[in-house]
């Protein structure tokens, strides 16, 4: 027992009632009978008892440890650390628990055989091994007895072991939901294990859980494992999907943080067995975490595969640009008009661009013109209602906000990759290789935030005849998880590809189009701290930074943002410039508490009605995922009657979900976020901070995303400094292999394309448009831009809107 423990008071009772018992953990709220307590002041007959519990039974006894709280609410309870069950202490006791019917073929002679076997101790011999009931008993009553036992005792028991190795009775429950009665052994004899096979425990827990049962420090499974994490935590920090021998090395070495003479072998030899044992993979001298291999293996392989293929009615570029439909009158330039027609009459294709360059605008056109295309097609080939339906227009994109806005834009439902293939959380999908989703087209937008695992997963459930078109910009952050897909692709030459670099939004968002280039070209523009009619700067030091932030956010609400229009967006959490502190200042300015309200304390957030939150985790059974922005609509206490809890309602755009309040740790403030949780998001005014205290995080990318979620207005704060070392940094190079697979010697009848040429492949077998088809050309045709497009340019509805500029947020 630990001195803390010592300190634990403790309440003994019979469990009369479990009040409440959550769905997705071991959280319970009991009623107790009280028969014996440390409490000093305790009188009343009966105590409610809250904490991790296994399959308590009613009418059982209970030792309960851990300290009596006092509820803002529910007054004072018993918040339990740790419990036991009181086993019966005599023989009498004991025998009339075993035959209590819960054993099932256990009556009372059965019961006094074994408890005069095996004594007062029956129940922890039979746990710790079956076979002393042999001879007692038939087998298979000996089997169910043991199983019963352990359902009821032996997850409490594990409670316990779990308690001497430091794991609180969360991770433990957890535990023992993977690995049921196995978990036991494998905490005490192989804990290594957890590093390949369960997510939550970090490796230097696992190291000290192994070291208190003895394992050396030259174990070859804690080696294997070491070099094992410290792969796997390089390879998701850094977003490589491969590490060559010193980089793991020297990482391994940190992660053991005792290095001598003997470590490099003794890698190398755990390495070997890694690989012999496939769970690395080891190609031209590069290492990489298995998964990860094979992703990356699957997404060459398939993006080869397209490049290939006939498709479901080959095309060439002039009969797709015959059909061409181009939406909002808007008259399309050279690059563009390619990008239709090359992206519709290949199989597979990459669009790039930066902001306002018109890649929306061209998924209008595609998602239009493919469907002509299709009906002439059909007409042409007299293909019934089944083809059609087996041709039709899937949109996704790895966010929920990016799905929404491609929705509104083209009128077609859109949605997340998650939900498009029927990924659960536990990362099975639905839609895979052998149940490909349906479809002729499919786009994908934000495609630079779609990682290697991700990417292979979309691409191994598509219908070998599908068009494929990625659009990003590949200037954004890389995802969040190892690789780089979408720069990989461009950079392969072997898919083609059309980048836009005109920038066309005009008013409104223009200037920040500007900014966004130059600082893609590494540098700061010289008008950049001189005030635009979209953008300003507020450069000012170090400690003056918060109350800087401060004036111009005050000055936002005074003019009338919400708080869903403007974004904050910094690089970190922590710092007085960082995401925590700026989200408590936005909360208090735009959503202080009121005297009464309702609202739930969670770590140091009190959530309350109207604020602006953020989702941290994918829950795909509620298509809600992590960078997800809602506003709190309601706060349910459980004492008003409405729930078992505490809890939260959030709406995230029409969608209303509950929060349990133990269900917290899922959301955050969003009034700040860091420019990753921003990916895929748009604001109608961003408020993008740097300062020289971010040093390790600055960088190009990072910056080039912030600004370019500004829609309207951008104001800029921080130091000069800060801004001008994100610019000319270029983002640390992520080592991956997609590029050298892409143009590796898999034959591919493919060519590259270079972005000004029209290409002339995929050339049709037979074409199935007829000459009278192809002359009935419609809309679209390849020129500059006119007046017209100019008039239809500022006629954007954003433009103007607001009547304010970023002189209004000077102090
Ligand atoms: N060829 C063109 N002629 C005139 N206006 C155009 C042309 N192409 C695009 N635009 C206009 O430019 C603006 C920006 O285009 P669009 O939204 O398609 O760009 P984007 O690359 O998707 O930008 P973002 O990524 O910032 O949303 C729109 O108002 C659009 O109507």
Redesign the pocket.
């Known amino acids: 027992m630990t001195e803390q423990e010592e300190q634990l008071d403790m309440v003994s009772g019979t469990l009369q009632n479990i009040i409440f018992a959550a769905s997705d953990s071991y959280f319970k709220i009991l009623s107790v009978l009280v028969e014996d307590s440390t409490l000093a002041d305790w009188q009343e007959p009966e105590i409610i008892v809250t904490g991790t519990f296994a399959d308590v039974q009613e009418g059982s006894v209970y030792n309960f440890y851990g300290d009596l709280v006092r509820h803002p609410k529910y007054g004072q309870q018993f918040k339990a650390q740790r419990y036991e069950n009181e086993l019966p202490p005599d023989e009498n006791g004991l025998i009339k628990y075993l035959a209590s019917g819960q054993f099932k073929g256990v009556g009372p002679k059965t019961a006094a055989k074994i408890v005069n076997s095996l004594g007062l101790n029956a129940i922890q011999l039979i746990l710790d091994d079956p076979r002393v009931l042999a001879g007692m008993v038939k087998p298979a009553l000996a089997q169910n007895l043991y199983r019963t036992l352990r359902l009821n005792l032996g997850l409490e028991r594990f409670f316990q072991l779990g308690n001497q190795y430091g794991i609180g009775a969360d991770l433990a429950g957890k535990l023992y939901d993977q690995y049921g009665d196995e978990a036991e052994d494998i905490l005490i004899n192989h804990p290594y294990r957890f590093v390949f096979e369960f997510d939550g425990l970090s490796f230097k827990k696992i190291d000290q859980i192994a070291q208190k049962s003895g394992f050396q420090d030259n174990n070859g499974e804690r080696m294997r494992a070491a070099v094992y994490a410290a792969m796997n935590a390089l390879t998701f920090r850094q977003g490589h999907t491969f590490l060559t021998l010193a980089q793991l090395e020297s990482a391994t070495d940190s992660l053991l943080r005792q290095p001598d003479i003997q470590q490099s072998e003794a890698i190398q030899t755990a390495l070997d067995e890694l690989i012999s044992a496939h769970r690395v993979v080891v190609d031209q001298q590069r290492y990489y975490p298995k998964p990860l291999y094979d992703a990356e293996v699957t997404v060459a392989q398939q993006l080869k595969q397209l490049l290939v293929s006939p498709g479901s009615f080959p095309l060439n570029v002039n009969q797709v640009g015959q059909h061409l439909v181009v939406p ?1 009158r ?4 050279d690059k ?1 008009q390619q990008a239709v027609q090359t992206g519709l009459a290949s199989r597979l294709f990459v669009l790039t ?12 056109s595609m998602v239009a013109t493919w469907q002509k295309l299709v009906q002439v097609v059909a007409q042409q080939g007299s293909f019934g209602t089944d083809w059609l339906k087996s041709q039709r227009v899937r949109l996704a994109s790895p966010t929920g906000r990016a799905a929404k806005r491609m929705t509104e834009i083209t009128g077609y439902e859109a949605s997340t990759i998650h939900r498009l293939l029927g990924i659960t959380d536990g990362g099975e999908a639905e839609f895979n290789a052998d149940n490909p989703i349906d479809g002729g087209l499919l786009i994908v937008d934000e495609a630079s935030m779609l990682d290697i695992e991700l990417a292979a997963q979309l691409l191994s459930a598509l219908p070998k005849d599908i068009t494929l078109i990625f659009v990003g ?1 590949s200037d954004q952050l890389p995802s969040v998880g190892p690789g780089n897909v979408l720069a990989d692709m461009l950079a392969s030459q072997v898919i083609p590809q059309v980048e ?1 670099d ?1 920038i ?3 008013g409104r ?1 223009s200037s920040i ?1 500007a900014l966004a280039a130059d600082i893609k070209a590494g540098y700061l523009p010289q008008n950049f701290a001189a005030n635009q009619g979209d953008r300003a700067s507020f450069m000012v030091d170090g400690a003056q930074v918060p109350s800087a932030i401060y004036q111009v956010l005050e000055a936002a609400f005074k003019k009338g943002y919400s708080a869903n229009e403007v974004q904050i967006l910094t690089p970190m959490y922590k710092s007085e410039a960082g995401v925590n502190a700026l989200n408590l200042m936005a909360q208090e300015l735009f959503n202080p508490i009121k005297p009464g309200q309702k609202s739930l304390q969670h770590g140091q957030i009190n959530f309350r009605q109207g604020d602006k939150v953020l989702q941290l985790e994918n829950d795909s059974e509620r298509d809600v995922y992590n960078g997800d922005m809602g506003q709190v609509i309601a706060v349910h206490y459980r004492s008003d009657g409405q729930g078992h809890e505490d809890s939260l309602v959030v709406d995230f755009d029409g969608k209303e979900l509950l929060y349990p309040k133990k269900s917290l740790n899922q959301l955050t403030l969003a009034y700040a976020t860091t420019v990753h949780k921003a990916q895929g998001n ?1 604001f109608r005014l961003v408020i993008m901070v740097l300062t020289d205290q971010f040093y390790i995080m600055l960088n190009r990318n990072l910056l080039y995303t912030g600004i ?1 979620r500004a ?1 309207e207005a951008l104001i800029m704060v921080g130091n000069y400094s800060a801004f001008e070392t994100a610019a000319s940094r270029a983002v640390p190079k992520r080592q991956t292999s997609l590029v050298d697979r892409l143009q590796g010697q898999v034959e591919t009848t493919a060519r590259p394309v270079p972005s000004k040429e029209v290409p002339q492949n995929n050339q049709p077998i037979k074409s199935m448009l007829t000459e009278t088809e192809e002359q009935s050309v419609s809309a679209g045709s390849a020129g500059g ?1 006119n007046q017209a ?2 008039r ?2 500022s006629q ?1 509805p954003l433009v103007g809107m607001l009547g304010t500029s970023p002189y209004d947020f000077m102090p």
Not at 330 to 333: A, G, P, S, T, V
């Open positions: 909002d808007i008259e399309l330039d563009q661009g930066g902001p306002g360059t018109g890649k929306t605008t061209i998924i209008k910009d836009l005109t066309y939004r005009q968002g189009n748009e370019t829609k831009l497009t100019l239809q340019a954007d």
